[in-house]
């Protein structure tokens, strides 16, 4: 995998069950959500269906790829699935950082470390880390060579950088569109095709084969409709 596009809302399906199939899922279950709902479960509602695309594909190439005892950092880990669902499946040094004070309230705090940090600017050494995740982070405040110039700082070398966002072959303008306070982007091909050349510049290199085309507009979101897209790239030196 080097880039992959969600092709249409089927794959969302079957990458649910398949969470489920393999003890990953972390979503809510009905009864779950009703408790939530009404104050007796008061932990962060993690995870969103509509990701589970996402998480899957992060996940099989996190188990094909690193060994389960090395340390993998989530990005904008509030609320995320994946680094939940990591634990749930024996990865055991697990750091998640987001900005939200409420990270304190996610799930695991005793088996994974959660710090509270701007992800772009972290404490954390050197090649601290084997792979490095973000699930629909990115495209929100986005500075391409600001974050992949941590990324490169933090990775390991041989290590791997894995990222979805939003996408859609042809530009979508979301001009004056905020989330958290901070621009939204959808990225484009040509988007994508710029962020590979500045990861180049941070020894980051696509992994596997490009897909950049897509069948549907899986997603429709204040207006816009496009699909998602998940990227890999490998610290090379």
């Given at each position: 995998?080097?880039?992959?596009?969600?092709?249409?809302?089927?794959?969302?399906?079957?990458?649910?069950?398949?969470?489920?199939?393999?003890?990953?899922?972390?979503?809510?279950?009905?009864?779950?959500?009703?408790?939530?709902?009404?104050?007796?479960?008061?932990?962060?509602?993690?995870?969103?269906?509509?990701?589970?695309?996402?998480?899957?594909?992060?996940?099989?190439?996190?188990?094909?790829?690193?060994?389960?005892?090395?340390?993998?950092?989530?990005?904008?880990?509030y609320a995320s699935e994946l680094i939940v669902a990591l634990h749930k499946i024996g990865?055991?040094?697990?750091?998640?950082?987001?900005?939200?004070?409420?990270?304190?309230?996610?799930?695991?705090?005793?088996?994974?470390?959660?710090?509270?940090?701007?992800?772009?600017?972290?404490?954390?050494?050197?090649?601290?880390?084997?792979?490095?995740?973000?699930?629909?982070?990115?495209?929100?405040?986005?500075?391409?060579?600001?974050?992949?110039?941590?990324?490169?700082?933090?990775?390991?070398?041989?290590?791997?950088?894995?990222?979805?966002?939003?996408?859609?072959?042809?530009?979508?303008?979301?001009?004056?569109?905020?989330?958290?306070?901070?621009?939204?982007?959808?990225?484009?091909?040509?988007d994508v095709e710029c962020f590979v050349s500045e990861a180049a510049k941070h020894?980051?290199?696509?992994?596997?084969?490009?897909?950049?085309?897509?069948?549907?507009?899986?997603?429709?979101?204040?207006?816009?409709?496009?699909?998602?897209?998940?990227?890999?790239?490998?610290?090379?030196?």
């Amino acid at each position: 995998m080097s880039l992959e596009v969600l092709q249409d809302k089927l794959q969302i399906d079957r990458a649910r069950q398949e969470l489920i199939s393999k003890g990953a899922s972390a979503v809510d279950s009905p009864l779950r959500g009703f408790c939530r709902h009404f104050g007796i479960v008061r932990s962060v509602a993690v995870g969103d269906k509509v990701k589970s695309w996402d998480v899957l594909l992060t996940l099989n190439f996190l188990e094909k790829e690193v060994p389960k005892n090395e340390p993998i950092l989530d990005i904008g880990c509030y609320a995320s699935e994946l680094i939940v669902a990591l634990h749930k499946i024996g990865y055991s040094h697990l750091v998640g950082v987001d900005l939200n004070p409420n990270l304190k309230k996610m799930p695991y705090q005793d088996s994974i470390r959660y710090q509270i940090s701007d992800f772009i600017h972290t404490n954390f050494a050197d090649a601290s880390f084997q792979a490095i995740t973000s699930i629909s982070v990115i495209e929100h405040g986005f500075d391409g060579p600001a974050l992949l110039k941590e990324i490169s700082r933090l990775l390991k070398p041989s290590g791997f950088f894995i990222a979805s966002f939003d996408y859609w072959p042809n530009k979508i303008d979301t001009t004056g569109i905020k989330f958290f306070g901070m621009d939204w982007m959808i990225f484009s091909k040509q988007d994508v095709e710029c962020f590979v050349s500045e990861a180049a510049k941070h020894k980051l290199f696509p992994v596997g084969e490009t897909q950049f085309s897509s069948l549907e507009r899986v997603i429709n979101w204040q207006g816009r409709q496009y699909t998602f897209a998940c990227l890999a790239l490998e610290k090379r030196v």
